[in-house]
Nanobody
Framework: VQLQASGGGLVQAGGSLRLSCAAS????????VAWFRQAPGKEREFVAA????????YYTDSVKGRFAISRDNAKNTVYLQMASLKPEDTAVYYC??????????????????WGQGTLVTVSS
């Protein structure tokens, strides 16, 4: 599976962005797909994940109520809709995937397919 993340950019605090993670190579409808982010000088952190069924998405506490993850298996694409963005959301965002059913695994080592990252910059 090859993953391509896109949709990053520069946005003012309070604004919105939608990231996309498109898969190619084979369908990843049976994969858990997650978003991680890495800010300058910080470790990569889990943001959100969604199971292949689309049900029971999982979020880190800092983005609950502001971010929404969704997937369109027909398009082999997972989305991360980000709203009420804050400067502390500034990071390179990566999508990752693994053939699995449960979306609650937050460790980056669990995921074995990664996209190249897309930069999100939130200005104050």
């Amino acid at each position: 599976v090859q993953l391509q993340a896109s949709g990053g950019g520069l946005v003012q605090a309070g604004g919105s962005l939608r990231l996309s993670c498109a898969a190619s190579g084979r369908t990843y409808s049976r994969y858990v797909v997650a978003w991680f982010r890495q800010a300058p000088g910080k470790e990569r952190e889990f943001v959100a994940a969604i199971a292949w069924s689309g049900g029971s998405p999982y979020y880190t506490d800092s983005v609950k109520g502001r971010f929404a993850i969704s997937r369109d298996n027909a398009k082999n694409t997972v989305y991360l809709q980000m709203a009420s963005l804050k400067p502390e959301d500034t990071a390179v965002y990566y999508c990752a995937a693994r053939l699995a059913a449960y979306a609650g695994i937050t460790a980056s080592s669990f995921y074995n397919y990664w996209g190249q990252g897309t930069l999100v910059t939130v200005s104050s």
